[in-house]
Nanobody, 124 residues
Framework: QVQLVESGGGLVQAGGSLRLSCAASGRTFSTVAMAWFRQAPGKEREFVAAVSGNGDMTIYADSVKGRFTISRDNAKNTMYLQMSSLKTDDTAVYHC?????????????????WGQGTQVTVSS
């Protein structure tokens, strides 16, 4: 069993920055891929970014490429999402997710464990 707890969400003005964290426990964190997904009101959950178990591979949704950076610190069992140049369209609940494999992609079905989410609101 893996427990995931997100933190770092909040209210920020457009153009600002936030850093989300995802603390993991219950399993060997460094062996599995992790990802961030988000869901805005009335919309389907969408992929944001993913990182491999050892951090050697990252992938991003086109909508956040160049603005968001995913990273992980396996010594701290924590994953991060640094978000910059935030837009109102980035407003959503952000969820972290953990796979069962070292490398995973952008589809939610590849991820087995999910956190409860943290709200990010970007005002104009």
């Amino acid at each position: 069993q893996v427990q995931l707890v997100e933190s770092g969400g909040g209210l920020v003005q457009a153009g600002g920055s936030l850093r989300l964290s995802c603390a993991a426990s219950g399993r060997t964190f460094s062996t599995v891929a992790m990802a961030w997904f988000r869901q805005a009101p009335g919309k389907e959950r969408e992929f944001v970014a993913a990182v491999s178990g050892n951090g050697d591979m990252t992938i991003y949704a086109d909508s956040v490429k160049g603005r968001f950076t995913i990273s992980r610190d396996n010594a701290k069992n924590t994953m991060y999402l640094q978000m910059s140049s935030l837009k109102t369209d980035d407003t959503a609940v952000y969820h972290c997710a953990a796979a069962l494999t070292t490398y995973s992609g952008s589809t939610s079905g590849e991820y087995h464990y999910w956190g409860q989410g943290t709200q990010v609101t970007v005002s104009s």
